[in-house]
């Protein structure tokens, strides 16, 4: 895990109760971990830490846009990105964090960073299947749309001679 000084979040000199804290992600976030999916990234993003006396909680909130390629033109797009992620922090003997909900720190520990669960919290906000808005309301000229729909199969409008007669009995049961 790479591990980002600016997202460590100190909480051993904290009081009881919630603290806030914000940050702005942009591409050299997303570098750093080597991911390269995005063009441009401008996201603010909020985290509250509530501690109590034997755990806490912390609540991320981002939201934001990443400017992505389309998967069907390659055209660039800006897409939403309006994201939240909870998370139960325990201590316990050893580091864990195989649970999505909840995450054990060793007793000695003092601070935690939260970079790792941002990128992951960001990266999954955006849609596996990245259509440009303007592809599905057809509003987008592009020449990748206009090869597609020229290389779209045509419809044979002929359909009696594709009928068999055998099964003209079953569809008088339907």
Request: hydrophobic share 40%; with cysteine; glycine share 4%.
């Amino acid at each position: 895990m790479i591990k980002l000084k600016e997202y460590t979040i100190p909480f051993s000199g904290l009081k009881q109760g919630k603290h806030a804290f914000e940050y702005e992600i942009e591409n050299m976030f997303f570098e750093s971990f080597g991911y390269n999916e995005f063009n441009t990234a401008k996201v603010k993003l909020k985290a509250e830490l509530n501690i109590i006396s034997t755990m806490m909680e912390l609540e991320i909130v981002a939201n934001g846009i990443a400017n992505i390629n389309c998967d069907v033109t390659n055209e660039p797009f800006d897409q939403d990105i309006d994201t939240s992620i909870k998370l139960v922090v325990k201590f316990g003997e050893e580091y864990n964090d195989e649970n999505d909900e909840i995450l054990i720190l060793p007793h000695r520990v003092n601070e935690i960073n939260i970079s790792q669960f941002i990128y992951e919290m960001l990266v999954l906000a955006i849609p596996t299947k990245r259509v440009h808005p303007g592809v599905l309301d057809g509003t987008l000229e592009s020449d990748a749309l206009n090869k597609l729909e020229e290389l779209q199969p045509k419809e044979t409008i002929d359909t009696k001679e594709d009928n068999d007669p055998r099964w003209d009995v079953l569809k008088k049961l339907i």
